[in-house]
């Protein structure tokens, strides 16, 4: 009977922990950027969302191409369900019904349809950020409205040459926001239902009827994104913003930032480098690089009666390149403004370069991340950051020649010998 207990306690112990197993599952990532697992924006984005998540993905069993399109969509959606259970997958045959598919506008075999609040919308490509943008998009609950100033030469939000803001824009409408411009000159006033005023360098000056409707705006406590190119040399640097950089304490340094840590990436020194972030929403974390060309230094003086907070810091060891004048780095680029006004929070960001979200160089580095990160806090949507895609990291192995026969010399006679010499070691051994 003593012999029986500890066979008893093992098979108890057995179905324990096949019962525990059944309850609680752990999961690791493994893998070198762990692709398999979501991202911390991601996650954040799925733990917002309050109520049920329906997908309806056609997709057929027998695709001639890619096998169980079903499995694909069912694997794909593991780690968003593991997060947020309450995800409702179904699926229909593209293949076997047809006139559904084509009344619902699908294109693609594994296209599914996300509803959410109310509202729906279609994602045709497998990947976190397209999903994470199209959950994001359907998170907020109205579309928020953007408008960037116009009328002066201005960068425009929609605009293709490099020195607009285009890709920026196309970005922010990805992620739910509605672009349009914003005509002073044409316009009876600015729109209430504008959430963000967006103002790049003019190229000529405004009349002073704008400029004092812009005031009115941030008085009011309107929330804006000002991008501060470098004084063009021709006369009045902020044509007809002064009094606007007056009212809210400015502090703009002429002269480009030098960097002399751009060098080593084989970057113009002008390309100031941004590597240290304040703490602040729109930098959490966010750790990737970011590149200011040509970018001036900002501050903001004391006693101006906003919260300021540095976002981020350039140049360590490098100086403003102007007439006679070097300072030592580190310097601010782009700030952060708060305070409150008629019982509500005013966000204000000034930034010292408009370039680092143009289409030439938005693509730099972390710089469209940290532009849409600026346009959600700025919203009021800090919760929905950007989403940052993993590198894929190359797995591939490149072998030089001389390696690479090395290597086939030492598998076709190198092996053979050495297993053979091993076995006459041993039988020499025993003898």
């Known amino acids: 009977m003593k012999k029986l207990v500890p066979i008893v306690l093992l ?10 197993s059944g309850q609680h599952r752990k ?25 049920p998540v329906k997908i309806t993905s056609y997709a057929s069993a027998h695709d001639p191409k890619y096998g169980d399109v079903r499995q694909i969509v069912s694997d794909f959606l593991v780690p968003y369900k593991r997060i947020k259970p309450d995800i409702e997958l179904s699926f229909i045959d593209p293949v076997e019904q047809p006139k559904l598919a084509e009344q619902a506008g699908v294109q693609v075999d594994g296209e599914m349809i996300v509803e959410y609040g109310g509202r729906s919308e279609h ?31 201005e960068r425009k939000l929609d605009g293709a040459a490099n020195f607009d803001l285009g890709d920026f824009g196309s970005r922010l409408a990805k992620n739910g ?14 729109p209430q239902n504008m959430n963000l005023l967006v103002i790049t ?4 000056d405004l009349f002073p009827g704008e400029e004092k409707r812009i005031e009115d705006y941030v008085e009011k406590g309107g929330s804006l994104l000002w991008l501060v190119d470098q004084d063009d040399g021709r006369g009045e640097p902020l044509h007809g913003l002064q009094p606007l950089a007056d009212r809210l ?56 009666g906003w919260h300021v907070t540095p976002l981020v810091e350039v140049a360590p060891q490098g100086w403003i390149s ?43 580095g972390g710089n469209m991340d940290f532009g849409v990160n600026l346009v959600n806090w700025l919203a009021g949507d800090e919760r929905l950051i950007s989403i940052q895609p993993r590198p894929t990291f190359d797995a591939s192995m ?32 025993r003898r």
């Open 201 to 204: 360098t003019p190229q000529v």
């Open 398 to 429: 490149l072998l030089s020649k001389n390696v690479a026969a090395a290597m086939a010399i030492g598998l076709l006679f190198g092996l053979p010998i050495a297993f053979v010499g091993i076995a006459a070691f041993i039988g020499w051994r």
């Open 27 to 51: 999961t690791w990532d493994l893998t070198q950027n762990g692709r398999l697992s979501l991202s911390g924006a991601t996650r954040q984005v799925l733990e917002a969302m309050k109520g």
């Open 123 to 153: 994602v045709r490509t497998l990947n976190e950020e397209a999903v994470a943008n199209l959950l994001t998009r359907l998170s907020r609950s109205e579309n928020r409205l953007v408008m960037g100033l116009s009328g002066h030469g």
């Open 177 to 190: 926001f509605r672009i349009d411009s914003l005509n002073l000159a044409l316009a009876q006033g600015i």
């Open 322 to 364: 102007t007439s006679g004048r070097h300072d030592g780095g580190p310097f601010t680029v782009a700030v952060s403004m708060e305070r409150t006004v008629r019982e509500k929070d005013q966000r204000i960001v000034v930034v010292g370069t408009g370039e680092f979200l143009a289409n030439a160089f938005v693509g730099n």
């Open 249 to 304: 304490g400015l502090d703009l340094t002429p002269g480009t930032v030098v960097d002399p840590a751009a060098a080593k990436l084989n970057a113009p020194t002008s390309w100031a480098l941004g590597t240290l972030y304040g703490r602040h929403p729109i930098t959490r974390n966010f750790n990737l690089i970011t590149v200011f060309p040509f970018a001036r230094r900002i501050g903001v003086k004391e006693g101006s």
């Open 11 to 20: 098979v108890a112990l057995v179905l324990m922990l096949g019962f525990l």
